[in-house]
């Protein structure tokens, strides 16, 4: 589950509780409001658990590729400590916890739930055959823009597919930096990523991924009528992730490590530009 290591959860959780966030005045409610709260804890404890779910999916059908990289070779599953079928039976009751959270949910929500388990299934395999395996990434981890959107209206409007848009393309970012870490392993057994498809010009790539993530949260609060407070806030997050593309050595695994870690801090910054921004707390 890397219960050891939570930015996985995180980076789960964010584009759910800007959503909730964002929505939550289009129905006259704000962040304080209880219902608004305890949405916000299922999400969280719900990225938890699916998080944990989709680790263990992931090392299971990538244990033979595991095997052969340095950094995953530890893992349970390929280094032998939890059987295949363990793994399964685990992957079945934390599955079972998602659902019962997912079943407090909204009819919409729930639907869009059930449909992300599809996304969630293909994204192991996406490294198999494309160059681009973060994009399948991005559409699955960032679901809880749509699902959370949904737990509060009922419905989706433009405001919140901007929402995972954004989200797409800072996964796109974070996870291109993150898998600069196993670049010569993976060329070396032929899996496919972004790191090694943009290679000596990912960092003009990043500039965009990150210029587009700002573009798409500015064009979120817009649709939703956000107050102005959150559109200045979005200047602190475009610094958080100019430093991250100015700053790292991608040739250092323990900086793309320590950039790809800082994006936690990245997703505290929008949600607080969000609460700010918010008819009923606005400046």
């Not at 090392?59 to 349970?76: L, N």
Request: proline letters at 4%; one cysteine or more; a neutral charge.
């Amino acid at each position: 589950m890397r219960a050891d290591r939570p930015i996985g959860t995180w980076l789960l959780f964010w584009p759910g509780a800007w959503a909730i966030v964002l929505a939550a005045p289009q129905v006259g409610k704000y962040v304080l409001y209880p219902e608004i709260l305890y949405l916000i804890g299922l999400f969280l404890v719900g990225a938890f658990v699916m998080r944990g779910a989709g680790c263990v999916w992931n090392d299971y059908t990538d244990r033979e590729i595991d095997a052969q990289v340095a950094r995953t070779a530890s893992r349970p599953i390929p280094s032998g400590q939890v059987s295949g079928s363990s793994a399964l039976i685990f992957l079945g009751v934390l599955l079972l916890i998602g659902f019962l959270i997912l079943i407090q949910l909204s009819w919409a929500a729930i639907g869009l739930g059930v449909a992300s388990l599809a996304l969630i299934t293909i994204y192991p395999f996406a490294k198999r055959f494309t160059w681009w395996p973060q994009v399948f990434l991005g559409l699955a981890i960032n679901w809880g823009a749509l699902m959370g959107w949904a737990a509060v209206t009922g419905s989706l409007t433009l405001a919140p597919i901007f929402l995972y848009l954004a989200g797409i393309c800072w996964t796109l970012g974070y996870d291109t930096i993150y898998a600069h870490q196993d670049k010569e392993d993976d060329a070396l057994i032929g899996v496919k990523s972004t790191a090694l498809r943009l290679g000596a010009n990912t960092k003009t790539w990043l500039w965009g991924f990150y210029g587009l993530t700002l573009v798409f949260l500015g064009l979120a609060g817009v649709f939703a009528g956000i107050g102005w407070v959150y559109f200045a806030g979005l200047f602190m997050g475009g610094f958080h992730l100019m430093r991250q593309v100015r700053d790292t050595d991608l040739d250092r695994p323990e900086e793309c490590l320590a950039a790809f870690k800082s994006n936690r801090d990245f997703g505290i910054i929008i949600l607080a530009c969000l609460f700010a921004g918010t008819p009923g707390t606005s400046l």
